[in-house]
């Protein structure tokens, strides 16, 4: 009788964990799919064979998409330029201000990003940041970058915000590399370039394929900072956000399904690569003996005495992209403080904006109510969903499944995932709810469940849980009690750590939020309308305080995280 | 001609306030195996890595060969390194690991070719050439290594506990092993464990290191016949401790040494002890002479046995004498009988077999701690 009361237990344990994966957070992910193809009559339409423009749509998603492909490229190659090094550096370095260094790579991970999107707009356009040693923008932003045709302040604002998946990967995999590898490869002759090049390099591949892919879907997504430094171009995601706007939903979900299937196929290259293994092996193409030599002798050259310019270049970027622009936008927001400096008109001033006629304090205390409830909630659902759901994925084999599908929320743009929570449960779809604090709380519910679960499994996997399990058991635990005060205790940090995570993303997310949030705006959509209405002093104002927000969280996940 | 030479090196760990290796002076000729043993944190394996330079001394010199090396990079000392995790690339198969020095010194293809397969034809895995590391075994994966570091061509092998991670059986084999190819190939070896028997079988001569410092160098038979202290005569091999006073001077090269409960023993003088010291005698347990009963022997001394264990060579018996002290005796278990638990016993033992040390400062438990 007790067994199967046990197994009863179990299975309905087991449903409600697959029920709730299903409805919070596959279906809103795949919905876009089914979507289209239900639909595929009014998509085609409306794509390729508009009674007015043709197929003017389908160009347009065309250009806007391999605009987006390829400056996520761009932005990957510049990231494994910058990162690897500091990776490297940060892994195997003992030095002061280390744990700073860290928190600044994080920092780039959890800030809203349209705040520093006008924070970076600020630094490097007009004459308010570094302009003002010139007397005139330093890079505006309709300049772009020469032969690949990328903005120059885009590519800024996406490698500040991607190259912390490239470093945090990288890192974490080279601090569990054994030295001993390099350190034998040293005494056999090999200098310490050379020995990157032969054993650390390759062994690291998989880390960066992973944190690569990562920081690929992340631009490939960016919303919230692109949307502010665009100026005249356009990225997928933003255009997806202006058809919905325009009620283009045909075009705009045709889009969203391309954006989805790119994220998935990049994940998938780098799963079936991966997969193999160790056994990616270099097709062993041989030099020639004498540029072989060559090299070699560069190689030990280089090992010398400047080896630490590599250092300092990454260093001298991290500052120009991201510490830069912080401390520019606080700076600024003391300049506008009571009158703009550039008119001289107070109307332009902070406390003009905030407090005067157009009043936008209230507007963003209404909005940080707003973000904070959707955060809280969406996290607090998320993670309701997410540790059980860590348990059937560890317990079951069909789990692995489960995990793979679930980290597609994770690399899919959010633009196109709020696309498709608004189509699902909007007016459109099921009509459940209208868009408005609840779709928003749904749709971030999508990304927060993995958000969670990732640091959580992660902390699974680290601790030997099954065995402190089965300990607890033969002392006479039940299985609950084996849960409750050996295997809990045991994820605590990793759950508080993706809580924190989900929590942030949540406040900072833009492009999803966009879609659907009606007229519950949270803090970063106005943060976007601020600058768009080009109420300039409020933006920098509300971008500040985002910023303040995001320390205070990163304040608290260093404190969850270290040991 | 590579022979070692180590003066004053000193070398400190977090901030000064954990002496690794503290003024350690050592001199390994060209040719020699020599071993570095101790305790785990003795500082052994910290002056190997230093000896590579993987470790950076505080200070002191270090001499390859008469070439001073304290201040080059591990790549340019021409050294071998075997270690004890064996440190295969994953990423390579054993033929890539085993010519990996050759090719990042640039070596001539053919010549890399042919040292790659004499290395490996040497370790008896030249058919294996194509696997990848994590497919070998244990002894398998130390044998490349092996082949590895002598593949770069190096003169002086550094073995950091390279038997340390391989199941006893073939850890006794692989020894044997590596002191031929040492010996065929004339290389000059150091060799770091902490299994003080491993030492004795592989190597010419020994240093005892403890908190740093290296407390005795010699042959084998010298730590074994001639302990310097208490800790290396209880390190190397095995001692019983007698605690006792010099009663008096007894002939030309003896003293008479009063231990508990009144029992007087002859015993070697070491010259500088006068009566009335207190001192230690070291005993090995296979130095006593052992029957049943009351017997008369040399330096008798009387007691019951309270435990007998069988031990293949051996059989061990823990007797404790009249005096309440307790003594491990142990007999080769083919020669003569066994006795058993509760019998009446004499043990007895001559004095050049019994070493005498002064009593140590801080008493005999403190100064026989392994860590």
Known sequence: MRLSGRKLIATIFVLAVLASLLILVLLPTFYLISFTITRWNEVYTDVFANPLIGDENWHQILRYLSFSLRLSLIVVVIDLAFGIPLAYFLARKQFWGKSLLEDVVTLSLVIPTSGFGVATLLTWTGVSGLGALIGRGVIEASYVVPIVNVPFLMLFVHVALTFPYIVRTLQGKLEDLEPVFEQASRTLGASALTTFRKIIFPLSIPALFSGGVLAFARSLGETGATMIVASIHTTAPMAIVRWVSEFKLATASFLGLLLIIAATVAILIVDILLQRGGRIKAPRFSLMPKIRGKLLKVEKAASGKPRHIKDIVGLGAIMLIVILPIFVVVASVGAYWSVDPDTGRPQGSVLYQLFGPPNYFATLMDSTLISVITAAISTYIAACVAIPSVYFIKRYRVGRIFRYILRIPLIVPSSALGLSVLLLWGPSGFNLVSPGIWLIILTHVVFSVPVVMEPTIAAYEGSGIPTYEGVARTLGASPYDAIETVSLPMLKRGILAGVILSFTRSLGETGATFLVMGSDVTVPPLVVNMAESLATSAALFSSAYLIALSLVLLLLFRMVTRR | ?371
């Open chain 2, 1 to 371: 001609m590579p022979n070692v030479k180590l003066v004053n090196v000193r070398k400190t760990f977090a901030k000064g306030r954990v002496v690794a290796v503290d003024q350690v002076n050592l001199h390994v000729h060209d040719k020699e195996y020599f071993a570095l043993v101790g305790p785990s944190g003795c500082g052994k394996t910290t002056t190997l890595r230093m000896i590579a330079g993987l470790v950076e001394p505080d200070e002191g010199q270090i001499f390859i060969g008469d070439r001073l090396v304290s201040e080059l990079p591990p790549e340019d000392r021409d050294i071998g390194y075997v270690f004890q995790q064996y440190a295969l690339f994953p990423n390579m198969d054993v033929w890539d690991n085993v010519t990996y020095g050759p090719t990042v010194k640039a070596w001539e293809d053919r010549k890399r070719e042919r040292i790659g397969r004499e290395m490996l034809q040497m370790v008896r895995l030249y058919e294996r050439a194509d696997a990848v590391p994590r497919e070998l075994s244990g002894g398998m994966m130390q044998r490349v290594a092996l082949s590895r570091a002598l593949a770069a061509g190096a003169e002086l092998l550094l073995l950091d506990e390279p038997l340390g991670a391989l199941d006893a059986k073939i850890r006794t084999e692989l020894r044997y092993e590596i002191r031929k190819l040492v010996k065929d190939l004339d290389l000059t070896a150091i060799h770091v464990t902490h299994d003080q028997s491993e030492a004795m079988a592989v190597s010419d001569r020994i240093a005892v290191m403890k908190k740093g410092r290296i407390l005795q160098v010699g042959t084998p038979h010298e730590l074994y016949m001639k302990p310097q202290g208490i800790f290396v005569a209880n390190f190397i091999g095995e001692s019983n401790f007698l605690e006792g006073r010099i009663v008096r001077k007894e002939g030309k090269a003896g003293v008479i040494v009063r231990l508990r409960g009144d029992f007087d023993v002859k015993s070697r003088s070491n010259g500088r002890l006068k009566a009335g010291a207190k001192v230690v005698l070291a005993i090995r347990p296979e130095a006593f002479e052992l029957v049943q009963g009351k017997e008369k022997l040399e330096n008798s001394l009387v007691g019951v046995i309270e435990k007998v264990r069988f031990e293949g060579t051996d059989i061990r018996y823990e007797i404790r004498l009249v005096n309440d002290e307790k003594v491990i005796v142990v007999r080769p278990s083919l020669g003569g009988e066994w006795l058993e638990e509760d019998n009446n016993v004499t043990i007895g033992f001559s004095p050049e077999k019994s070493h005498m040390f002064p009593y140590p400062e801080k008493g005999l438990r403190a100064e026989l701690e392994l860590e």
